[in-house]
């Protein structure tokens, strides 16, 4: 049973630059949700895709979007990259119900000059 | 709206002394709630939940829903238990989202 793998671990960008971070779900888990870490503090929810679909986002402007795969892997897309974004990335996996045992990635190191 | 908050940033115990990290939380309903912990240099991980009520490495974490508390408890730290702890929640109510707290590092000193 393969976990939860992020890529790239480290990323450099420019601000106003766009980024892309890629997040393959644990096997068997159907959903998936983004988090961001900044230095210091807890992870805050970014959004969470089940079965492709977006149910569920926090407080994050437009610029944050994401996409779920048929094979339940995801992507997490970042527009017009502020400073304030950089940040670690986490993804997370779970197969959903009232036993919400997510099982958490390594995360991506943003880091926006 | 929900809301995690662990008042303390930083615990230092001895080895062997008891630990407690402190956990409040403000939500609708009846949540779920959560400790994780992130070790030097690896990811984070769950370590016990509430409806599970089993203890994790010697952590119990009781669920007092008068206080709104979920305090994490270990009765004889060690050396090994000096890592990040994170308490969270989740729900209906949450929108089935994991809400953090902000996070205790606890730094068990030989």
């Known amino acids: 049973e393969t976990g939860v793998t992020q890529s790239p671990t480290h990323l450099i960008k420019t601000r106003g630059q766009q980024v892309t971070l890629r997040c393959s779900s644990q096997s068997g888990h159907n959903t998936v949700s983004w988090y961001q870490q900044a230095l210091g503090q807890g992870p805050q929810f970014i959004f969470q895709?089940?079965?492709?679909?977006?149910?569920g986002r926090g407080n994050f402007p437009p610029r944050f979007s994401g996409l779920q795969f048929p094979n339940y892997s995801s992507e997490l897309n970042v527009n017009a990259l502020e400073l304030d974004d950089s940040a670690l990335y986490l993804c997370a996996s779970t197969r959903g119900g009232r036993d919400y045992g997510y099982t958490f990635g390594s995360g991506t190191r943003l880091t926006v000059v | 709206a929900q809301r995690v908050t662990q008042p303390e940033k930083l615990l230092s115990v001895f080895k062997g002394a008891p630990v407690e990290l402190k956990c409040n939380y403000s939500y609708s309903g009846s949540p779920e709630l959560f400790w994780y912990v992130q070790y030097s240099r690896q990811r984070l991980q769950l370590l016990l939940r509430?409806?599970s009520r089993e203890s994790i490495k010697g952590f119990t974490a009781d669920l007092n829903k008068g206080e709104t508390s979920f305090h994490l408890k270990k009765p004889f730290a060690q050396e090994e238990d000096s890592a990040m702890y994170y308490c969270a929640l989740s729900g209906p109510a949450a929108g089935n989202k994991l809400t953090f707290g902000g996070g205790t590092r606890v730094l068990v000193k030989p």
């Open positions: 895709y089940y079965r492709e679909e977006e149910n």
């Open positions: 509430h409806i």
